[in-house]
């Protein structure tokens, strides 16, 4: 009887131990699912293709979950969004290309919602809200700044990008901008319109030269002027002063000479008018030196020669 048994359990025992060892390394291996360095896992059940969310997300590593079930893989390293020769209007209103290269990651902590708003489809959606991140921050500079202070750019614009991801379960750590450029009918235009204004400025640099000759011109005709007026007021004054003076000294050379007459007449005791007047004609006489006394044997008479 306890042979009968042994080979009873010989008989059945063994294929079952076959077949256990083979169940183990079937389904072990399919129990196993692995998530790699750069995944998040979420699980999901293989037969129905419902997801368990509630498990939350798994990182990097290799888990048993049952055969039944497997992971929905996400990226977790650096999504990388490059834009090339984008069309940006600037603060002047001038159209500017740029290159632009975001970098940024799922947040691990919002996958669960990530994966609820998008599933897998979240890449076209965190790319138009960087876009639009870059459009609407681009009028706050001028070109010139582009060109001239890319790290103050690359800061701004990386915080409206940040700003505008974080809605959309994502973070963004870096933005490079590599590259600004106008495009070619803009560079003439804007040429075009430099060189108006240079234009512009030297015509008005050539009046404003000009108004400032002819005001420069009649400042000086207008010193001219009055240094003229000076010197003939000089001039007036000099020749009144010379001959006020000369009426003073021929009035008192006139008083003298009628005091001295006065005193020549009282002293020659010449009373009569005719007589004062032919001592008066004899005395003009002597003082003209071209004047001449002449006798004849009938009067005497006084001539005068020229």
Not at 60 to 65: E, F, K, T
């Amino acid at each position: 009887m306890p042979s009968q048994h042994r080979r009873t359990v010989t008989r059945w025992g063994v294929p079952l131990l076959c077949i256990g060892a083979l169940l183990i390394v079937i389904l072990v291996p399919t129990s196993l699912s692995s998530v790699e360095y750069y995944e998040y896992g979420l699980v999901k059940k293989r037969s129905s293709g419902s997801m368990l969310l509630g498990k939350g997300v798994y990182g990097p590593g290799r888990y048993h979950l049952g055969p039944d079930f497997t992971f929905k893989k996400f990226q977790a390293d650096a999504h990388r969004v490059k834009f090339e020769g984008l069309s940006v209007f600037t603060g002047d209103k001038l159209e500017t290309l740029l290159d632009i290269d975001v970098i940024y990651f799922i947040k691990k902590d919002k996958l669960v919602e990530l994966h609820n708003s998008f599933e897998r489809a979240y890449r076209p959606v965190v790319e138009g809200r960087i876009l639009d991140a870059i459009k609407n921050t681009a009028p706050r500079f001028d070109t010139a700044k582009f060109f001239e202070n890319r790290t103050l750019i690359e800061a701004e614009l990386l915080t409206a990008v940040k700003d505008r991801a974080a809605g959309v379960f994502v973070s963004a750590s870096d933005l490079f901008l590599s590259r600004v450029s106008i495009p070619p009918e803009v560079q003439d235009r804007q040429l075009s319109v430099a060189t108006q204004r240079e234009d512009n400025f030297k015509e008005e640099n050539i009046q404003q030269s000009l108004l400032m000759r002819q005001e420069t011109a009649r400042l000086v005709n207008e010193i001219d002027n009055q240094a003229r007026l000076v010197v003939e007021r000089s001039k007036a004054n000099a020749t009144l002063t010379v001959e006020k003076a000369e009426a003073e000294a021929a009035a008192i050379v006139e008083e003298a000479r009628f005091t001295g007459l006065k005193f020549l007449n009282e002293a020659l005791n010449v009373t009569t008018e005719q007589d004062k007047a032919t001592l008066d004609y004899i005395k003009a006489i002597d003082a003209n030196s071209n004047a001449g006394l002449y006798l004849n044997f009938e009067s005497l008479r006084i001539n005068s020669a020229s």
